[in-house]
């Protein structure tokens, strides 16, 4: 079955610095989100992308976060300046049809970023 | 409360027995979502109902949507110990651009 695949599965990283976390999304998919969990919270939106664009973002998604999908494979989330409250599970996610009306969205087993 | 509020927060049931778990959400929605994770690891999309769809059935999976109260409602039968993970409502609006809106999930365990 096809996977969302995620790396590194963990980061740790000093304030401060600059992380970009990967993810290859199911080839045949055309929309792209990321999604972060804090330990013990709940799952929360930060952006969708569609046809090389932003489609929706939250208000957790400032100007320090950006994404890029620099081929036609990978799609990253880059955090310019990390804080100690970025620290959380970070998951994307891709699907065939906008709100995943196909098959829902398919997550990969996420990004756990840890700064110090 | 929030949109994509789930009940109970945790539910521990014996093996064999059915599990039923509820969410409530605000706004005007396009479907809602079920989901499953198991302790650190990813989200495992389960079932999807449509706002036109009232009941919808996979395998051992019941799912209902009250659009009327906002609502909707998972259903395992026959519980099994692998069952055991926690288990998210989630909501997608219109004209969100694919925005999904998680509630804070519900604990099933489910022991032997």
């Known amino acids: 079955e096809p996977e969302v695949t995620q790396t590194p599965s963990h980061q740790v990283t000093q304030m401060g610095q600059e992380v970009i976390l990967r993810c290859v999304p199911i080839?045949?998919?055309?929309?792209f989100y990321w999604y972060r969990q804090i330990l013990g919270q709940k799952v929360e939106f930060l952006v969708s992308f569609y046809n090389n664009e932003i489609s929706e973002k939250s208000e957790i998604f400032d100007d320090q976060f950006s994404v890029e999908r620099p081929d036609g494979s990978n799609f990253t989330l880059k955090i310019r300046s990390t804080k100690l409250e970025d620290s959380a599970m970070y998951f994307c996610a891709s699907s065939e049809a906008l709100t995943g009306m196909k098959e829902g969205y398919t997550f990969g087993s996420g990004t756990r970023l840890t700064v110090v | 409360s929030q949109q994509g509020e789930e009940d109970p927060q945790a539910l521990s049931i014996q093996e064999g027995e059915n599990a039923t778990m509820n969410c409530s959400y605000k706004t005007s929605i396009n479907n809602l979502q079920w989901y499953r994770q198991n302790s650190g690891r990813g989200l495992v999309h389960l079932i999807l109902i449509r706002s036109n769809e009232r009941e919808k059935h996979s395998g051992r999976l019941r799912v209902t949507l009250d659009t009327s109260k906002k609502s909707s409602s998972l259903l395992i039968t026959a519980s099994r110990a692998a069952d055991t993970a926690s288990y998210f409502c989630?909501?997608?609006?219109?004209?969100?651009?694919?925005?999904?809106?998680f509630g804070q999930g519900t604990e099933l365990s489910v022991k032997p």
């Open positions: 080839s045949n998919h055309l929309y």
């Open positions: 989630a909501t997608a609006g219109y004209n969100q651009g694919g925005k999904l809106i």
